[in-house]
Nanobody, 126 residues
Framework: QVQLVESGGGSVQSGGSLRLSCAAS????????MGWFRQVPGKAREGVAT???????NYGDSVKGRFTISQDDTKNTLYLQMNSLKPDDTAIYYC????????????????????WGKGTLVTVSS
């Protein structure tokens, strides 16, 4: 059993920053891969960033150089630091987790993630 709870969403002006957090509970081995995904109503889910058990990261093309995914030493908290925010970043952001080998721990494999939070809304104003 893995539970994920996101926090830190809100409204920010274009060019600003936000940091999202995800509190994770349950067996650590069941969440060796963790990630952030986002979705706008009427559009497909988009992979934002993932991090594996060793700390290796993977980012979606639209956020490279602007967003940073990280986790604390206990792996009980996942973070997404978002800088240089754009209106196109407006979405509901979801925390997700899975047990995956490192080569599958990427934003391209969202269908393999087993556990999902309820999401937190990020709104970026122009």
């Amino acid at each position: 059993q893995v539970q994920l709870v996101e926090s830190g969403g809100g409204s920010v002006q274009s060019g600003g920053s936000l940091r999202l957090s995800c509190a994770a509970s349950g067996a650590t081995q069941s969440r060796s891969c963790m990630g952030w995904f986002r979705q706008v109503p009427g559009k497909a889910r988009e992979g934002v960033a993932t991090i594996d058990f060793d700390g290796d990261t993977n980012y979606g093309d639209s956020v490279k150089g602007r967003f940073t995914i990280s986790q604390d030493d206990t792996k009980n908290t996942l973070y997404l630091q978002m800088n240089s925010l754009k209106p196109d970043d407006t979405a509901i952001y979801y925390c997700a987790a899975a047990r995956l080998p490192s080569n599958y721990c990427s934003v391209s494999w969202s269908e393999l993630f087993e556990y999902w939070g309820k999401g937190t809304l990020v709104t970026v104003s122009s």
